[in-house]
């Protein structure tokens, strides 16, 4: 569910945001802005780096009590909202929220799920994460005719996800493994935290990870935010076949997480999986380069990136950071990355809307370039670890005392 609704908050945003700019009288460097502090970018990354060290340093379960509040709590400010100041403060609190919530769900996967299905419930998060744009995107297509209430009514959704989702939250139990590795110890501080994922061969791998997942980010969160904004804008299409396509394209990454990530990447080469995914969305973000921005080339690019990403950077971000690390640092060193990949989104996504003034060709390609460096660092640097049991990992990393 921290993947539903963090994904679930960015696009209500995307569906939002061509009604916010009419209410409110955005203008390019604004929706930048929004774009760069919401939760789609620096808000969550700053809630990642510190709700991961409160992960390792009190447990898991530390985060869940609190968390969820703060998300509702934002997206009251989203559901009122009368000015653009309201937007911000909304979405920067929604944003802190689910950032902390990441590194301590995707820790708690990775330390309850056995060796040999551990990508395989790995992938089931990845399918909420595209099920809750889907729903949102949805429900955002019957509510856009009311105008601003119809947004309103969307963001009340995703409060009425989180308030359930909390109260179902109360019946999780802690980490054995975090609970075995803090029996005898102190509590990990935070330099003593920081420092081994800083030096040596935590920094070789933290780099690995950033580098694969957040230049393939750049790429996916320019999509996940903007595309309805930018297909209305620039591609004369309707609000309602925008937000359509964008819901086919999650609606993609759902079933082939299902028929090929899901079933296989326990199994086989995950480096071969990343290579095809790479090809496959490169291949679908050329079009919008080379051909009209129309509706046949925007339908062609949708499936292309939807199909590569059901078993894309994405996914093997989810499972590698988890694997890579110890269980001591493994929140930390997840909020710490997911930090520099969501504020990095962050310093992008504000140049976006000036990069698209320019010509939409030019972003095109510059997201294509990102895609495929993305794929070259996962493919050369992906380690194997399918099938190896965190233990396993932990001695062949070098990890083990």
Known sequence: M??????????AGSVALSVWVTAFGLGDSTVGLLGALSSNAISAGVGALVGGYICDRYGRKKIYAYDLLLYMFGTLWLIFAVDTWMLFVGYILVGLAVGADIPASWSLITEFSPARKRGKLGGLSQVLWSLGPIVTLALGLLLQPLGMLGMRLLFASLFLAALITWWMRHGIGESARWEQENTDS?????SAALRPL????????????????????????TNGFYTPYLLTAL????????????????????VFTVLVFMPLNDRVNRRLMLALS??????GMLL???????????????????????????????IWSGELFPTKLRSTAQGLMFAVVRIGLGFWSFFVPIITATGFQTLAYILTAFIVISGVIGVIWGP?????????IEQEQGWAK
């Open 2 to 11: 921290a993947s539903y609704i963090d994904a679930g908050s960015i696009v």
């Open 186 to 190: 102190q509590p990990v501080r935070w």
């Open 198 to 221: 800083l030096t040596g061969k935590g920094l070789k791998l933290s780099l690995m990870l950033i580098g694969m997942y957040g230049i393939w980010n750049l790429f996916a969160g």
């Open 235 to 254: 591609g004369n299409q309707s609000d309602a076949a925008s937000v359509g396509l964008q819901c086919l394209y999650f609606l993609l990454v759902a």
């Open 278 to 283: 790479t090809v496959i969305q490169a291949g």
């Open 288 to 318: 919008l380069a080379v051909l009209p921005l129309n509706f046949g080339t925007a339908l062609g690019y949708i499936v292309a990136i939807g199909i590569g990403g059901g078993f894309g950077a994405q996914h093997f971000f989810q």
């Open 384 to 392: 194997k670890t399918e099938g190896l049991t965190l233990e396993e």
